[in-house]
């Protein structure tokens, strides 16, 4: 089997959420958005939920509502100042996930996925941990992300430096987080995006928002440092074309697979043609 390349550096990412924790507060907007999107699919999901797993989530499952149905929760994140203060706490990584097979009836990852080298990899973990019909949740950002940012840099460093050198992390598409949740084995999959914009009166707030969401550049090949007068350049390009920047938040929902699921009909098993049903309906 063919080992996936290290694209991201992932102790590298440990290191940058531990450094934004302490003012992750004033920097978590997508973070809130998130959550609040994850607990309003919790609350509509008529069952209860007695071992779950809760990573990158932090202080932010202060959110969860009684009709989440929330028993015991496993707080996960490879940077210890990112979990909370109280409750059952474990520092690692999504590659190399420390849970026990089939122990927990939920999983919810909040906007850490994306950054992950082998994607399949983190979700066959996940789904071998959860219960026979255990359910999966989670936020991550797609390829639209810091789309604006990436042309301004691109489109300023070729101007002062005739070349280009990668600046920010790349983001999978939604297609390609669909065929993943599959390929991983989970049944009943469903992916969907929330798009948001954000306008910066002054562009340099970006690059602050970023480093207090610990979600600057993690590559694991980094370029040199970005020159001041390309970042300038960058800057006065991004501001130019409107300063507005997207973020891509795809929701990724799966089961994992239990034989009282319902299953698709095979192709040609209708019991009823489409001639008939056409008929029926004039």
């Known amino acids: 089997m063919n080992t996936p390349p290290e694209i991201f550096d992932r102790s590298l990412i440990a290191k940058r959420r531990s450094r934004a924790a302490r003012t992750f507060g004033e920097y978590d907007f997508l973070h809130q958005r998130a959550m609040d999107d994850i607990v309003d699919r919790l609350e509509t999901v008529m069952r209860d939920f007695p071992k779950s797993v809760f990573s990158g989530v932090g202080n932010l499952a202060n959110k969860l509502t009684p009709d989440c149905k929330i028993g015991e929760i496993v707080h996960l994140d490879p940077a ?3 979990l909370p ?3 059952l706490r474990v520092v690692a990584d999504e590659e190399l996930l420390p849970i026990a097979p089939e122990s927990q009836n939920l999983f919810v990852s909040l906007l850490t996925l994306h950054s992950v080298n082998d ?3 983190a979700l066959v973990q996940i789904r071998r941990s959860l219960v026979q019909d255990g359910l999966f949740i989670a936020a991550v950002f797609a390829e639209e992300t810091l789309s604006n940012l990436r042309k301004a840099l691109y489109t300023a460093e070729t101007e002062i430096t005739g070349g280009v050198s990668p600046r920010i992390n790349p983001f999978a598409s939604i297609q390609d987080y669909g065929q993943a949740l599959s390929r ?6 469903v992916v969907d995006i ?3 914009s954000v ?4 562009p340099i707030k970006l690059f602050r928002d970023l480093r207090g969401m610990g979600e600057t550049s993690a590559l694991k090949n980094r370029a040199g440092p970005l020159r001041r007068d390309v970042l300038m350049r960058a800057i006065q390009i991004f501001a130019e074309n409107g300063g507005m920047e997207k973020f891509e938040i795809v929701y990724l929902t ?6 009282s699921q319902q299953k698709p009909l095979k192709p040609g098993s209708g019991k009823v043609s489409l001639e008939d049903a056409i008929k029926g309906a004039k």
């Open 119 to 121: 994607l399949i990899g």
């Open 194 to 196: 929330d798009k948001v």
């Open 254 to 259: 799966g089961w994992a697979p239990d034989p």
């Open 85 to 87: 203060a109280n409750g």
């Open 80 to 82: 210890r100042a990112r």
């Open 184 to 189: 991983a084995g989970f049944t009943l999959p």
């Open 199 to 202: 306008t910066y009166d002054e």
